[in-house]
């Protein structure tokens, strides 16, 4: 149960202040006096200097990624401050609310990154009588792909059924719509709201299993006295970037929660597709 935040641009270096305003990235962070659980970010951005140089190390392609994650709440950590500030050509911004009483250790915080890939997820992957499924020992992961996630939870067991799938040869996207199918055929009502970000590309994808929030959640906004914002809890919304010109210049997707007039609404079932080289997006569904 959290909230997700992802940006791409056409190439060129953006901050979250520069993508949002200084204003909707507050507000953005300050969910996190609910989904206190922990945050993390995973940043695209070239190093002014590869980690390589002068000291003999070898040069590596993934180098452009930088992770953060704590398990302290983003408005208590003073390093969201410096990273929401941090120029990047996309990100990936995860707020946690851990589901199914799965441990705070940092192997389960957001984001997951294997293979040049980082993952977020939103949602709770339980069966009718509310068992997770890092509990099901016979759900078919397989079991080495899951550990390269490094994560314990649900949220990595999806990762890896999508890196499977990557390695089966299919698209990032595909890759991302199948493995929905698949964990769907044993877990139909649950959320696979989701981002996953390469070294070219931001997939967005929401899938929520009940469109309508459940009564927990909103028993848990309501405990804040912030009951209005779980209306649209599940809701994924999106905006074009627009240059000095005018011209588009990338896309900015997030969860519901704080001021989005005049973004468009990601139906369910549909992911938007973002190249964080040329900033051009397409929609399709799963």
Known sequence: MCRLLGYATAGFNLSLNAVLGQDNVEDFRELSEIHNDGWGVAQLSDPAEAPHVRDGGAPTPETGTRIYKST????????FEALADEPSRGAIWHLRLASSNLPLIMENQHPFYANGLSFIHNGDISDANGRNIVTNRSYPVNHSVFLSTGGRSDSAIFFAVILEYIGFGF?????VAQAVRELRQAYPKSSYNCMIQSEDQLIALCAAGREKTSPRIVEIYDEYGRGEQ?????????????????DSAGVVVSSSGYKQEGWNVLENDQMIIVSNRNGT???RSI
């Open 230 to 246: 779980a209306a649209d809890y599940r809701v994924m919304r999106y905006r074009e970037l627009r240059d000095d010109n005018g």
């Open 72 to 79: 302290i709440a983003a408005r208590h950590d003073s390093t």
């Open 171 to 175: 698209s990032l996207d595909e890759a």
């Open 281 to 283: 997006y397409r929609l």
